[in-house]
Nanobody
Framework: QVQLVESGGGLVQAGGSLRLSCAASGRTLSSYAMGWFRQAPGKEREFVAAISRTGAITHYSDSVKGRFTISRDNAKITVFLQMNSLEPEDTADYYC???????????????????WGRGTQVTVSS
């Protein structure tokens, strides 16, 4: 069993930055691919970014490419999402997720992820 806990959300002005963290407990994350998803009010959950088991390969949605960076620290069992140049459209609850099969190529399908955190809220004001 893996427990994932997100942190780092908050209120920020457009153009600002936030760094989200996802801490794991229960099992090591080093054998899992990890992903970040988000869900805005009234919208479906959407893929944001994914990272391979070693961190060597990343994948981003077109809407965040060039602004967001996913990274991981397997020693600290933590995954990060650095979000720069934030826009009001980035407002959502952000969730981290673990893919225990370590899928390659990285997948953007929520159904491929086995464990989920409870989310952290990000609000970007204009």
């Amino acid at each position: 069993q893996v427990q994932l806990v997100e942190s780092g959300g908050g209120l920020v002005q457009a153009g600002g930055s936030l760094r989200l963290s996802c801490a794991a407990s229960g099992r090591t994350l080093s054998s899992y691919a990890m992903g970040w998803f988000r869900q805005a009010p009234g919208k479906e959950r959407e893929f944001v970014a994914a990272i391979s088991r070693t961190g060597a390969i990343t994948h981003y949605s077109d809407s965040v490419k060039g602004r967001f960076t996913i990274s991981r620290d397997n020693a600290k069992i933590t995954v990060f999402l650095q979000m720069n140049s934030l826009e009001p459209e980035d407002t959502a609850d952000y969730y981290c997720a673990a893919d225990i099969r370590g899928s390659y190529p990285l997948t953007s399908a929520a159904s491929a992820y086995d464990y989920w955190g409870r989310g952290t809220q990000v609000t970007v004001s204009s």
